[in-house]
């Protein structure tokens, strides 16, 4: 049941929607008319120049008419988000209208004219071809007239105006309906891409960790005691305690390290053929492996082939990998450091999904993704004090991140 609390916060929303989805739609009406006054000026240029003296000159008149073609173009794309704006207004509220339907249904009366508003929280459609289109309509007729006459007196021929203007009318409705199938797909804030992370995402290093670990302990190169998967507790490994950074890194920097990783059962699989086959998302993966070990020849380690080499051979989609740059050896610039980052790339490339294993990764994706899918283990708790968002979700494997993504 609804609490009351929350009951007050969605009559509040409601109200505020309301206000914003009128406000609107106001805003359209008022730009409309201010459209056509800015539309209706080249008339009145056309008509002075036509008395025994011009004001001004054809060519002058003619790039004043190609401008306000692609003004009022303009003018038509930013009505159509606007549009779209407004009636994502109107679902938000018809959602709301459906929650308080549902709490209360038994005393509404469910078969009458209105129940579309109670029930359908995805109505009215986006793509409005009842009233809109009767103003890109207008507009579109407008814009094309203008450009008719400019390339008719430039070109003297009717040739370039049966080839340019119908194609400048159809753009009128083409980018309106391109607005329209965004936002009802929902791509206007986020693409249909799933951000994924490597280490512990898709393979097991931490396993990987204590067995090279162990390993260099055997041949001296570590002088501490073996250590065991208990004893990984924490991300980075050093904030722990027991194990020593400089010891960490000498691990990073063992190239069997990156070229014997395991990989965890199913990823590949779930993410080559379920997520992006099926589904069709686009996958993105990130890592933050900006280390330069050396090979058992010692020669330089190429980490970043090897990853990608690592990937395909895994059945994991290789063609979108950002490495992240930083680390005890290799200082980065200022730009490398907000601009390459997965929180910066996510913003911009609107990515949906996350896949992460960090728990501070997590908290900050969670401001930029839909839905950020943590993958459970010892280092990644949820602190009482301060738990995790809402959108931020546990899962335990891949085939539960599927499900997951099949239900939202």
Same mark, same amino acid.
């Given at each position: ?70 003004v009022g173009f303009f ?27 549902? %709490?209360?249904?038994? %005393? ?13 929280? &995805? ?64 791509? &206007? ?161 609107k990515i949906e999904f ?28 949820e602190n009482k004090d ?23």
């Open positions: 049941m609804m609490t009351a609390e929350l009951k007050k916060f969605y009559e509040k929303e409601y109200d505020t929607l309301s206000n914003a989805h009128f406000q609107a739609a106001q805003r359209i009406t008022t730009f409309f008319q201010y459209a056509l006054i800015i539309l209706s000026a080249p008339i009145t240029i056309i008509g002075l120049n036509k008395g025994t003296s011009q004001i001004i000159d054809q060519l002058s008149i003619n790039l004043i008419c190609i401008a306000i073609s692609l003018i038509v794309m930013y009505l159509g988000q606007l549009r779209t704006e407004v009636l994502m207004y109107a679902r938000c509220i018809n959602t709301i209208r459906k929650l308080f339907y549902d %709490e209360n249904r038994t %005393e509404l009366i469910f078969h009458n004219e209105y129940s579309v508003l109670l029930t359908q929280k &995805r109505k009215p459609k986006y793509w409005d071809g009842e009233q809109f289109i009767f103003i890109i309509l207008s507009l579109g007729i407008i814009n094309t007239s203008y450009l008719i006459y400019a390339v008719h007196n430039i070109f003297c021929s009717s040739y370039w105006v049966y080839i340019i203007c119908p194609i400048f009318f159809i753009f009128h409705f083409v980018f309106y309906y391109i607005f329209t199938r965004q936002s009802e797909a929902n791509t &206007r804030f986020y693409k249909h891409t799933i951000g994924i992370d490597i280490d512990g995402v898709l393979n097991l290093h931490k396993e990987q960790f204590v067995l090279i670990y162990n390993i260099l302990v055997d041949e001296g190169k570590i002088k501490e005691t073996k250590i065991s998967i208990d004893d990984i507790k924490t991300i980075p490994v050093q904030d722990a305690g027991k194990i020593k950074e400089s010891d960490a890194r000498k691990v990073f920097n063992t190239s069997d390290y990156w070229d014997t990783m395991p990989a965890i059962s199913l990823a590949g699989k779930v993410i080559s053929e379920k997520l992006h086959n099926i589904m069709g998302y686009k996958i993105c993966i990130f890592t933050n492996r900006d280390w330069n070990p050396l090979d058992s020849q010692k020669r330089p380690y190429n980490i970043k082939k090897n990853t990608k080499k690592w990937l395909k051979e895994n059945g994991i989609p290789a063609k979108n990998v950002y490495f992240e740059l930083g680390n005890f050896d290799s200082p980065i610039s200022v730009n490398t450091a907000l601009y390459k980052n997965r929180f910066y790339i996510s913003a911009a490339r996350f896949v992460e294993d960090k728990p501070l990764n997590a908290r900050r994706l969670a401001n930029i993704c839909r839905y950020v899918f943590l993958i459970n283990d010892t280092y990644n708790q301060n738990p995790f968002p809402y959108n931020v979700i546990r899962v335990t494997g891949w085939e539960d991140i599927y499900k997951h993504i099949e239900e939202l």
